[in-house]
């Protein structure tokens, strides 16, 4: 399998181990593969029995085939030893009575990692691929990961990517735009090879300011003359998306495992989203063949997902909310283009035109011949704050099962999928983390006050309150030290990196 770039037509198609390492490809594109491989049915059902790596090396070999079969299952038995459950991403079936069963939700629980986040799936793995590729290219400078995050991801990476040998890690937070437990999980990390900065402003800040120090030549030419390399852990890189689409499929297997569907039935896969990359894996997976009718697209406040679905208009000129959903608060969905890519069959001045547009004005529009084709795979809605949070309160109570605030956006925007079309298929949804790691407002959620609890204690509250266990990662963050605490304006970023790598 090759891969080639979103903006380039004649792009020289590269090696997965070239990819992973670049991360983006020189024109600014994003790497995507030359062809979608496909599975069938029979695959799926050789599948059901089989445990969460045998089904992930399944779903990896037939994209990054420069690895070997060992190799894959290799670095899938390091990346997910840490995981606190054998079956890695447990598919809880909420079935509330008997009318209900024709219509059944498998939550995909993609956080029992290290980090309670479902970044652990692919940023465990990412870094074994990576070290993997520099042994495979033959190359002997080092790597900078250069990350961007809104909360999960910069914890996530800076976990898998600690100590690893020829490779450093900068992550860039929004001072103000993550969790306290987020932002406590960062500034704790371990590693000689890791930096964490936060960034006075948003997402999108750090995002743009990671983009432009990819492409601003100059800082790759200083950073030449340190023997490093820039590269990236954020879903734009093809290694981070990959791992991705394998729990598609595999939870898929597990659902039919469990006896609630059968080979061949048809479900919806409902995601929270952000920066488009975990819908997109799940796109991928539709596409090679798992059983998707329809991916619902379910957003916050800064609903500019929804709105593009629904409209054909995409347009980051609006207010931008600070939401009890921080993961998904975002105006720049990156990922987008390589779905934009795929449904004009690989029209790369099209996307060109659409990214150059996006950069200057902030805004483009697609044609409705394109808004029709993704109409055809897409539903989009969202979910206000008092949305959210009487959702989380409504399921605790229905089901005695405890959400996070983003899996509450993706399964309120489920119920009104439901109502508006009718359509009550089996459904797969992600859950993106612990709702320990949202403790306060999952606690004001279920009626209780937090005035004056720290958000340490209140993980202490909410395992009292709903008879859950806090994660063992967690309840460990009162006693860890501060070991970062660097902050810069958004315009710095790049003097922060080369002073970094410089070290």
């Not at 690989?346 to 011949?369: A, C, H, P, Q, R």
């Amino acid at each position: 399998m090759k891969y080639i770039s979103t903006r380039t037509k004649n792009f020289q198609p590269l090696n997965s181990a070239d990819v992973i390492l670049k991360g983006i490809a020189d024109d600014g594109g994003l790497f995507v593969p030359e062809s979608i491989p496909k599975i069938t049915l029979d695959d799926i059902k050789n599948l059901v029995n089989k445990n969460y790596c045998q089904r992930a090396v399944f779903v990896l070999k037939k994209f990054l085939t420069d690895y070997t079969e060992d190799e894959l299952f290799e670095s899938c038995e390091v990346a997910y030893d840490w995981f606190d459950v054998v079956s890695k991403v447990p598919l809880m079936i909420l079935i509330k009575d008997e009318q209900h069963r024709a219509s059944p939700v498998g939550v995909m629980e993609l956080f029992h990692g290290n980090t309670s986040a479902f970044k652990d799936m692919a940023l465990q793995l990412l870094p074994q691929l990576m070290t993997r590729a520099l042994k495979k290219v033959g190359e002997t400078k080092e790597i900078l990961i250069l990350v961007a995050t809104s909360g999960d991801t910069g914890k996530a990476a800076l976990a898998g990517f600690a100590d690893v040998p020829q490779t450093k890690i900068m992550v860039f937070y929004p001072a103000d735009g993550v969790s306290k437990i987020q932002k406590l999980q960062m500034v704790t990390q371990a590693g000689k090879n890791v930096n964490v900065t936060a960034v006075k402003g948003n997402f999108d800040d750090c995002q743009n300011g990671v983009k432009n120090i990819f492409a601003d030549e100059k800082i790759r030419a200083e950073l030449e003359k340190s023997n490093v390399k820039l590269s990236s852990a954020n879903s734009i890189n093809w290694g981070r998306l990959v791992p991705q689409i394998c729990y598609y499929v595999a939870s898929y297997a597990e659902f039919v495992k469990s006896g609630t569907i059968k080979i061949g039935d048809t479900v919806n896969v409902v995601v929270p989203t952000g920066n488009f990359g975990n819908i997109l894996a799940a796109y991928y997976a539709k596409q090679m063949g798992v059983p998707i009718k329809k991916l619902i697209c379910a957003s916050n406040m800064n609903h500019i997902l929804t709105d593009f679905f629904n409209t054909g208009v995409y347009d980051r000129n609006r207010e931008f909310y600070k939401t009890i959903t921080p993961s998904m608060d975002i105006l720049i969905s990156s990922n987008l283009e390589r779905l934009l890519y795929h449904e004009t069959n690989g029209d790369t001045e099209k996307v060109k035109t659409f990214m150059k547009e996006l950069n200057e004005t902030g805004k483009y529009k697609i044609n409705s011949s394109l808004k029709n084709r993704l109409d055809k795979i897409f539903y989009a809605d969202y979910a206000t704050e008092e949305e959210t949070t009487a959702l989380i309160k409504e399921v605790f109570g229905n089901y005695k099962y405890l959400v996070d605030t983003h899996t509450a956006v993706a399964m309120m925007v489920l119920g009104k999928y439901r109502r508006n079309t009718k359509d009550m298929s089996p459904v797969m949804l992600a859950s993106t983390a612990s709702p320990f790691k949202f403790t306060n407002s999952v606690l004001k959620a279920l009626g209780e006050n937090t005035e004056g609890i720290d958000d340490l204690a209140q993980l202490d509250k909410l395992a009292w309150v709903t008879k859950k266990d806090v994660p063992k990662n967690l309840a460990a963050l009162g006693s860890a030290k501060i070991l970062h605490e660097n902050i810069c304006d958004k315009n710095e970023m790049a003097e922060q990196v080369l002073k970094f790598a410089a070290q």
